[in-house]
């Protein structure tokens, strides 16, 4: 896991990497890389090498990223990214051939948004959504909603509907729920989301004069899905 030995949790993850059919490629903001407590590197320790493959970038061109646009123009890739366009993954997985490669944006909701709609090979694959109400349990970091998970969290679950195995989520989330164990152990506090501080009058930042963002933060407070 490369964490020090005090925090490390080897103990967590599975002796033997999951064994999946479903490819993931994690597209990771740069800002994210920089984060101690990332989920991705959890995430890529319980799989096989070559069934998690992260890149690292904000821009995604055709020429620079060959492989990479081929996996996007293959009609079996989906990309999970919520929205009016996206179907829900349980559908898809019902089908009897069901995809083999995933692409999952890794970043903060205006990071993956940017990098979404800045680059036009992520919106060649089928647009897929998580229909749940799965509260995070990623609880030593700051939430927009209730209901936004990490992006450990989107892949385990994720994975579990395609590969048809409920027992691919508990795996992936162990070492999620020891990290966050660890840390509260060494004194970080439980993150509310910020739509939670805002509907309680227990937001303490200044509001923001931007109205786009103000907007924002009124629709949280009325869970307004944004």
Known sequence: CSRPQKVCLCPFLPVHPLKVSTCLYIIQHPA????????????????????????????????????????CRNPNTLILYPGAEATNLEEI????????VMI?????????????????????????????????????RTQPTNTCLSTLECAAIALTIMEKNNSIQETILRPLQALCSFQLQHGAQIHHSKEHLLR???????????????????????????
């Open 93 to 100: 997985a019902l089908m009897p051939s069901s995809p083999s």
């Open 104 to 140: 999952i944006i890794d970043g903060t909701w205006s990071q993956a948004k940017d990098i979404f709609y800045k680059n036009s090979l992520f919106r060649l694959p089928k647009q897929v959504q998580l229909k749940t109400n799965i509260s995070s349990q990623y609880v030593i």
């Open 32 to 71: 994210e890389e920089s984060r101690v407590l990332r989920t991705v590197p959890l995430l890529a320790a319980c799989l096989p090498p070559d069934k998690c493959k992260v890149l690292i970038g904000r821009r995604f061109s055709e020429e620079r990223y060959p492989e990479l646009a081929t996996v």
């Open 200 to 226: 309680n009058g227990l937001y303490d930042k200044p509001m923001p004069k931007n109205k786009r963002k103000l907007r924002r933060m009124e629709l949280l407070v009325n869970n307004v899905k944004i």
